[in-house]
């Protein structure tokens, strides 16, 4: 199971390494990086593919290489992704700059559409055009019915009843939180708590760890997600796989 939600978690894992002048992808740790020749891959290349829909009608793409060479190949990045349509150019996206001069980032892009069953495919653009890439389908999402928007929930008396549809799905499901507090600010867990399918769960105020006395926006985080089937030219080494995420924001009074 590829187990990667989002691109914090692909970066936590993976060293990104230079190419001039470009910049490479995400690189593996301890992989011996060679270039590649046409469709020929180095024998340890490897592809992690994230694709994310949180409900803003778009699909997000993010994949990292560990072939440095592949950012070399052309200004737009050497990975294209489609939802059906026409194929878009995964251009290289610099996050932040190493104090060595390193570019670290990713090949990303965004695809109209995020229904559920969308089959998302991602292929370099050395592959052979008869290879069908990487393919994934959006699992279905879990919409979030309660709490409401913007309600108003007491630490001290109440607990927090998440429901959602459709249930019983077979996909994995996890929840997390983040949350803005007058003295703490927390982002949302890289991997969050695995969640039995029920369309329901009840979450104690405690387990959102908030300051004592103080009233906090609480983002809470549902998500749903599966793998894949990597392009063949990797031959299993790397993944690829999508996540439907919804979210609510509440308020959490002491």
């Not at 063949?232 to 609510?248: D, T, Y």
Request: with cysteine; proline share 6%.
């Amino acid at each position: 199971m590829m187990g990667t939600w989002n691109r914090r978690m692909m970066r936590s894992v993976l060293l990104v390494l230079g190419c001039a002048p470009l910049v490479a992808g995400c690189i593996i740790v301890n992989d011996n990086i060679k270039d590649i020749a046409g469709t020929t891959l180095d024998p340890k290349t490897k592809l992690e593919i994230n694709i994310v829909a949180d409900g803003t009608g778009k699909t997000h793409v993010e994949a990292c290489s560990s072939d440095a060479s592949l950012s070399c190949l052309e200004i737009n990045g050497p990975i294209t992704a489609s939802n059906g349509g026409v194929f878009v150019d995964l251009p290289f996206v610099v996050d932040h700059v190493e104090a060595d001069g390193t570019k670290v980032g990713s090949f990303m892009a965004d695809l109209m559409g995020d229904a559920d069953g969308t089959e998302i495919t991602v292929k370099s653009k050395a592959t052979a055009t008869a290879d069908p890439g990487s393919v994934v389908a959006l699992p279905k999402a879990p919409i979030i019915a309660t709490p409401a928007a913007d309600a108003m929930i007491s630490a001290a008396t109440d607990t927090i009843k998440l429901t959602w549809s459709p249930s019983g799905e077979t996909d994995r499901l996890e929840w997390t939180s983040a949350i803005v507090c007058p003295s703490k600010t927390t982002e949302p867990a890289l991997q969050g708590a695995a969640v039995t399918d029920t369309g329901t769960l009840e979450i104690l105020p405690k387990d959102l760890v908030l300051p004592a006395g103080e009233t906090c926006s609480v983002e809470i985080i549902l998500r749903r997600g599966r793998d894949g089937v990597l392009e063949k030219a990797f031959q299993g080494r790397g993944g690829i796989a999508a996540v439907q995420s919804r979210s609510v924001t509440i308020t959490v009074t002491p």
